[in-house]
């Protein structure tokens, strides 16, 4: 292998030369790139942009990220990974796991307790990311404009625009409180989400006449509901027939939308067709997450385990759990169903592999979907287990991340 250093935007500033590396090797159109990376109000700085030189252009680069997410109660900083790719002529010399190594590393300087990526199979797993977040691209929920004939709306809807902006946040952080990996926005990037919008005729921002009752974001040829809010049926009802009334040419409006969230599940009970499981694809991409500290994560879930304790069997249970990783080891101390975690320096504890591990604490998956692999551990242990560590709710989206929604 050739001698190479890894370099970033902040050494050497050749944007275009990165932009179009990733419009070759990912078939993303540059505006794509500049949109989500260069001229994102939270990941511009020049350092989360790291390439490798050889014959003195770039041949491979990535990108590290940084957002605030909601984890349980609590809100996490995570990484995330994105665009790694290396030219084909140049592959098979390690650059690619180089320019990874080197952002996991750069979590862990950091303190960042977990990194996600939207990944293709049988590669990131040997950097110990594992499937755990629904596909953030998938049309969940369709509703013929049939099944709305005979509904009565109490109100109208209108476009909404910047003066609205305080009522949606706050309609967002309400809605999303209990989504696992939801993105927490700051000011910012909520402003910079209507001025990418802003101007263009295939993606408009909704809001019911009563600003407390729903928003929702169209955008795209085919008017898919990208995001929506609502705090009840009835809102949710105005805000769909509203849609359908100022989109006259739709007969079916898209939702990409968690099936599990009110909304999903309102329009299902009223008629609304499931055309993706929460299921992840993961026959070309799908969400991996990287556990940066388990233990640390874990703390952070505490309350919410203490909680699942006290409604279950185990309410006056006290022991320890030991857990250990190819990622790393937690003790959890039970104390009359209070939960406190710890770091483990121990090798003696329960093993559950990161591939288990993973999606069991982000909650796509419970402890019980992994029993039959894990039969080492003790049936009274595994039911404990199962009541702590249950499928929960989870889903990680951004807007930015459709091409359609806000790329030319």
């Known amino acids: ?35 989500l990376f260069n001229d994102n109000p939270e990941n511009s700085r020049p350092d ?20 605030r997410l909601r984890w349980y109660s609590s809100e996490i900083q995570s990484g995330e990974i994105g665009l790694v790719g290396t030219l084909e002529e140049y592959r098979g010399k390690g650059y690619s796991a180089a320019l990874m190594n080197s952002c996991l590393e750069t979590l862990r300087n950091e303190g960042i307790p977990l ?29 013929p404009k049939s099944c709305t004939t005979d509904w009565e709306p109490s109100g109208t ?10 009522a949606i946040k706050r309609l967002y952080e309400s809605y999303n409180m209990g989504l696992i990996g939801s993105e927490i926005r700051s000011e910012a990037m909520w402003k910079y989400y209507f001025d990418l919008s802003s101007g263009r005729s295939d993606a408009k921002w909704w809001m019911t006449d009563d600003p407390a009752g729903c928003y929702a974001f169209v955008a795209g040829e085919k008017s898919a509901v990208w995001e929506i809010a609502a705090t009840s049926m009835t809102s949710l009802r ?26 999903g599940q309102w329009l299902y009970r009223n008629g609304a067709m499931l055309r993706s499981p929460e299921d992840i694809w993961k026959g070309t991409w799908g969400g991996m997450v990287r556990l940066m500290n388990p233990a640390g994560l ?32 937690a003790l959890i101390s039970i104390d009359d169903g209070k939960v406190a975690v710890h770091e483990s320096s121990s090798d003696k504890g329960l093993y559950i592999p990161a591939s288990a591990l993973t999606p069991i604490m982000t909650g796509y998956r419970g ?22 560590f249950q499928r929960d709710t989870v889903f990680m989206y951004a807007m930015l991340y459709s091409e359609e929604a806000f790329c030319d």
Not at 126 to 142: M, Q
Not at 367 to 388: H, N, Q
């Open 115 to 143: 990194c996600f990526l939207w990944g293709i199979p049988n590669y990131y797993q040997r950097f110990h990311f594992h499937y755990a977040y629904p596909n953030h691209s998938t049309a969940y929920v369709s509703i």
């Open 367 to 388: 402890f019980a979907r992994f029993r039959g692999e894990l039969k080492d551990i003790p049936d009274a242990t595994a039911e404990l287990l199962s009541v702590l």
């Open 157 to 166: 809807i209108r476009p909404a625009d910047k003066a609205d902006l305080a």
């Open 298 to 329: 874990m703390e952070l879930m505490s309350e919410t385990l203490s909680e699942r304790l006290q409604n279950s069997r185990f309410y006056n249970f006290k022991g320890e759990l030991p857990i250990e990783s190819e990622v790393g080891s």
């Open 238 to 263: 105005n805000i769909v027939t509203g849609l359908f009334a100022n989109y006259p040419g739709i007969e079916c409006l898209d939702f990409y939308h968690h099936p599990d969230m009110p909304v």
């Open 48 to 67: 989360f942009h790291r390439f490798i030189l050889e014959d003195e252009k770039i041949v491979a680069g990535t990108s590290l990220l940084r957002h």
């Open 1 to 35: 292998m050739p001698n190479f250093r890894i370099k970033s935007l902040a050494d050497e500033n050749r944007i275009e030369e990165l932009v179009a590396l990733n419009a070759g090797i990912h078939n993303e159109s540059p505006s794509f790139f500049k949109k």
